[in-house]
């Protein structure tokens, strides 16, 4: 079975940092871009930043360029989530998602979120 699991969340307060944990299991795990995204109370999911599948490409959202940073592990099947300087604005559940687009086909797999909150 495919597994995703997101882990790290937690409450910080604004200008600190936590680190977030991808665990993928069940699928050939070099093949697959890597992205986080965030979802906010009453607000839609968001892509934040995503990591090539061995490249290790990365692109980020405007609003966390230069604070938070992914990283991945191909050998441990770990994605890392690297977030500084945190704000209130980032509090929202974190997904990790795993995908791979081909030549007639698309794969794309969720986990459960973690939650960060950020106090001010």
């Known amino acids: 079975d495919v597994q995703l699991q997101a882990s790290g969340g937690g409450l910080v307060q604004a200008g600190g940092s936590l680190r977030l944990s991808c665990a993928a299991s069940?699928?050939?795990?070099?093949?697959?871009?890597i992205a986080w995204f965030r979802q906010a109370p009453g607000k839609e999911r968001e892509g934040v930043l995503c990591i090539s599948s061995r490249e290790g490409t990365t692109n980020y959202a405007d609003s966390v360029k230069g604070r938070f940073t992914i990283s991945r592990d191909n050998a441990k099947r770990a994605v890392y989530l690297q977030m500084n300087s945190l704000k209130p604005e980032d509090t929202a559940v974190y997904y990790c998602?795993?995908?791979?687009?081909?030549?007639?086909?698309?794969?794309?797999?969720w986990g459960p979120g973690t939650l960060v909150t950020v106090s001010s």
């Open positions: 998602n795993a995908y791979q687009v081909g030549d007639g086909y698309e794969h794309d797999y």
């Open positions: 069940g699928f050939i795990f070099d093949d697959y871009s």
